[in-house]
């Protein structure tokens, strides 16, 4: 069992940037992928970013370069940089990780943009 805990959600201006963390409980480099999703209200959830354990990162494709994903292992920690973000970009942004026991989740973390 992996627990996954994010920080750093919260409300922000259109254009604004927040930055978002997850602590694991186990060391991220036994993690296969290790990465973001998000879902909005009344929508499906979606990829925002996705880290190999090989150092590669794929994005959603409406990414468009504004967000950055990284991992340290000296802290068993992923963050997620959020720039330029839009009102559309308003969802609940859930940690992953993956390894051979299967997937977990964090409980989520609120990021509102405003208008």
């Known amino acids: 069992q992996v627990q996954l805990v994010e920080s750093g959600g919260g409300l922000v201006q259109s254009g604004g940037s927040l930055g978002l963390s997850c602590a694991a409980s186990a060391s991220i480099g036994s993690m296969t992928t290790m990465g973001w999703y998000r879902q909005a209200p009344g929508k499906e959830r979606e990829l925002v970013a996705q880290l190999f354990n090989g150092g590669s990162t794929i994005y959603g494709n409406f990414v468009k370069g504004r967000f950055a994903a990284s991992g340290d292992n000296t802290k068993n920690t992923v963050h997620l940089q959020l720039n330029d973000l839009k009102p559309e970009d308003t969802a609940v942004y859930y940690c992953?990780?993956?390894?051979?026991?299967?997937?977990?989740w964090g409980q989520g973390t609120q990021v509102t943009v405003s208008s």
């Open positions: 992953y990780a993956q390894n051979i026991r299967g997937v977990f």
